[in-house]
């Protein structure tokens, strides 16, 4: 049956015009909604709707191809019995589908269908459907997509004045929907880019030519509410000019800084600027950069945040350690002075003992001298040993993975480690406890040091030390394994309690510390280890910092 059918009797030409205000009025529905809503689903599901109930009919679909490419992704949506029709969703627009449509730019019956080739199986797909009439989507000679209709619900034919409202209103919309179409493109473009920048760890303000803000990452939101607290939402910093962004009370001379690099059109990074309010302190490094447009003048500014406070004290802390250790090392030195010292006054003591016994004065006299000026001596290299042996505490709630991390970074580049790969195993969800986190570095400095120079005095090849934190039954575990030539049975018991070494140029001095600091954590050290398989050093922490059997 031919569902395009000349109806027979004359209708009214008001009649005709209401219908078509009607149709109009729809479509400029359609437009408001996709305004307020920019969800290309949405608007062609409302389409379908819209020409549903202009036309009496239950069933409809829409066919869209990406740009008018038959050879990328087409969309399909479907409302009544085609919203969900596999029949109808398999339809694929082949390129002599696409060609055929391009002839016709008006409404088609299915008994009008001529496609052939491969994808004639369409007029039967369309014909199980019991859809009744088509309507090619064609912009600029571009075949955009189809809409299909089905049976009216009254079972009468498409009349010619519906043929002329249906062809009408879908030429007026198919503009819409390419640039709908684009529209939403740009905009899932835009989503997608914001989501890359919002995943960026530091934060991103992008500032137009006059230093207003125009955009700002998660990142950089967040940081810059550290200092203004007051600060509701990203959407309330934009347009405000970067001196009240990067205030000077906040972000001492910050702006001046900025748009002096800015004026000079050349990458730079401002190192190590402070930025400072009654909670909190950060050093951040600046890096600032432009996007060119037409010109010069109206390029955009941006600037990239990266909060290197923990790096820098890291370093600090670092630092500290080599001191701590080089002092070490000056105080083993200067002991073997002592001793030498020592030598000279015990002998000083038995030489006056046996002036004495004869009664020589003038000698007990002098001697007793010589003894005062090595006291005195002794002293002076005594003086300059004290501040190196306290060992205060100091401990605040962290993680000890941020300090293994923070230790292993600093020894991978020296020299000593060279050959040898320092693996990590730290659980990422560790428990934080109550520790000196300089204290736990210099632990684990020295653990790491005896392990590498373990591996190098036997030329070891293939040098392997593996760190691991894991926590289990109350307690958080940090263990030390190297491939080394393991430990002897005898020396295990001795470690940490005595001056003991293995090493040729050592003084033991090093694990009497690491002892030290392990009761200062009220934790305790296991030792596994067989000669020629390596060792592994286990420090059990308590996560309350009760005492340990």
């Given amino acids: 049956m031919n569902a ?92 002599d589908i696409v060609e055929y449509f391009k002839n016709y730019n008006q409404p088609l019956s299915i008994d009008e269908l001529n496609i052939e080739g491969k994808s004639a ?46 062809s009408a209103l879908v030429n007026s919309i198919t503009p819409f929907i390419s640039n709908s ?37 998660d990142t950089g939101f967040a940081l810059l509410k550290n200092f203004k607290s007051k600060i509701k939402h990203k959407k309330s910093l934009l347009d405000i000019s970067i001196d009240f962004i990067f205030t000077e009370s906040e972000f001492p001379r910050w702006a001046t800084k900025i748009k002096k690099a800015y004026m000079s059109q050349k990458k730079q990074i401002l190192k190590n600027q402070k930025a400072k309010s009654d909670k909190h302190e950060k050093i951040f490094n600046v890096s600032i950069n432009t996007i060119k447009h037409k010109t010069e003048a109206e390029s955009d500014l941006i600037i990239t945040l990266d909060d290197v406070t923990q790096l820098i004290e890291s370093e600090h802390r670092m ?45 007990i006299t002098k001697n007793i001298e010589k003894l005062k000026d090595n006291i005195s001596k002794m002293q002076r290299f005594t003086a300059g040993l004290m501040d190196y042996t306290k060992l205060s505490t100091s401990k605040s709630i962290g993680d000890i993975n941020n300090v293994i991390e923070d ?38 400095l020295n653990f790491l040091n005896n392990a590498a120079d373990a591996i190098k005095e036997s030329n070891y090849e293939n040098g392997q030390i593996i760190v691991k934190t894991f926590q289990k039954s109350g307690f958080i575990y940090l263990s030390v394994q190297d491939n080394g030539p393991g430990i002897k049975e005898e020396v295990k018991n001795k470690l940490f309690k005595h001056h003991l070494t293995t090493k040729k140029s050592g003084h033991g001095y090093g694990l009497v510390t690491c002892g030290k600091i392990l009761n200062n954590h009220n934790a305790i050290v296991t030792i596994e280890s067989k000669e020629g398989n390596g060792a592994t050093f286990t420090i059990k922490f308590p996560k309350d910092g009760s005492l340990l059997d």
């Fill in 407 to 444: 230790v292993i970074s600093f020894l991978t580049v020296q020299k000593r480690y060279s050959g040898i790969h320092i693996k990590t195993e730290l659980l990422t969800e560790l428990e934080e406890i109550e520790f000196d986190g300089d204290q736990i570095a210099q632990l684990l």
């Fill in 319 to 363: 630092f500290e350690m080599e001191k701590f250790a080089d002092k070490g090392v000056m105080a083993s030195s200067i002991a073997h002075e002592l001793n030498n010292f020592l030598g000279l006054l015990l002998g000083g003591v038995e030489l006056t003992s046996i002036y004495f016994n004869k009664g020589n004065r003038d000698k």
């Fill in 121 to 166: 199986n369409i007029i039967y797909k369309l014909y199980e459907a019991n859809v009744s009439i088509v309507v090619p989507l064609i912009l600029n000679n571009k075949f955009l997509g189809l809409i299909a209709l089905g049976e009216k619900v009254t079972g009468k034919d498409f009349s010619q004045n519906d043929i002329e409202i249906l």
């Fill in 4 to 95: 395009i059918t000349q109806n027979s009797t004359i209708y009214d030409e008001s009649t005709r015009v209401d219908k078509n205000s009607l149709a109009m009025d729809a479509l400029s529905e359609l437009a408001k909604q996709f305004t307020e809503h920019t969800d290309i689903e949405r608007l062609l599901t409302n389409l379908l709707f819209t020409l549903s109930g202009q036309f009496s009919v239950n069933n409809a679909f829409v066919i869209i191809l990406q740009q008018g490419d038959y050879t990328a992704k087409q969309f399909y949506y479907g409302i009544g019995k085609y919203k969900h029709n596999e029949l109808l969703e398999s339809i694929e627009m082949h390129i």
């Fill in 181 to 217: 179409f684009l529209f939403m493109e740009n905009s899932n473009l835009n989503t997608w880019y914001l989501e890359i920048l919002n995943s960026v760890k530091h934060g991103l303000f992008v500032f137009d030519k006059n230093f207003r803000l125009k955009s700002v990452n």
